[in-house]
Structures are given as structure tokens and as C-alpha cells.
């Protein structure tokens, strides 16, 4: 069983920046690859980024290329997701996910998941 904990989200300003954090509370989580998910209030859970177990590679959503980086901290057993120019649209509850194996974008493919941090972004 992994144990995931998010945090930082909160409110903020349309043009800001927010960095969210998922802290995995076993070490056998830094052979999972890792993601983000995200739900905005009435609409379904989306595909965020991911990120392989060793940190080397990356996917995003096509939509947040460029605006959110995903990384992660073998260190502190910790996945970050740094989020800049964020619009009104980016308004949901950010959920952390873990899998063993390879990265995916498929929810149904993540066996372990955080109870989420909710980002409120204002016009």
C-alpha cells in the first residue's frame, strides 16, 4: 500500500503561480511512475502529467505543455507540479497517482492515489 499526500494547493490570482506536492509516505513508491490528475467541478477527472520512476521522463496534457512542469525528489520521496500563468480554467482538485511500471495518462492504469488539493485560480 502507497500512501500519497498532496498539498499547496489554494487561491490565487489568474496570471499566478501555485507548486503542488505529492509526498509519498513508502519508499517503494520511488520505483512507481508517478501523475497528476485533476477535477473541476462538474466535469470529469483529466490527465494532468506524468513522470517515470527515475525522473528522466515526462508526459503532459497537449492543453499544459509549457505552463506546468512535473518533477520529483528521490530525496524527499516527493513529486512536485509547478504551475504558472494559471487561468480561471485551471480551477479544480489536483490528485496525486502511483503505478508500478511505466508512465501512463490513463487513470484506470494508476492502482494508488492522494485525496487531492484543491487550486482555486481567480479572474
Known amino acids: 500500500q502507497v500512501q500519497l499526500v498532496e498539498s499547496g494547493g489554494g487561491l490565487v490570482q489568474a496570471g499566478g503561480s501555485l507548486r503542488l506536492s505529492c509526498a509519498a509516505k513508502?519508499?517503494?513508491?520511488?520505483?512507481?511512475?508517478m501523475a497528476w490528475f485533476r477535477q473541476a467541478p462538474g466535469k470529469e477527472r483529466e490527465f494532468v502529467a506524468t513522470?517515470?520512476?527515475?525522473?528522466?521522463?515526462?508526459t503532459y496534457a497537449d492543453s499544459l505543455k509549457g505552463r506546468f512542469t512535473i518533477s520529483r525528489d528521490y530525496a524527499k520521496n516527493t513529486v512536485y507540479l509547478q504551475m504558472s500563468s494559471l487561468k480561471p480554467e485551471d480551477t479544480a482538485v489536483y490528485l496525486c497517482a502511483a503505478r508500478s511500471g511505466g508512465r501512463s495518462w490513463l487513470q484506470n492504469e494508476y492502482y494508488y492515489w492522494g485525496q487531492g488539493t484543491r487550486v482555486t485560480v481567480s479572474s
Open positions: 513522470i517515470s520512476w527515475n525522473g528522466q521522463d515526462t
Open positions: 513508502e519508499r517503494t513508491s520511488r520505483n512507481y511512475a
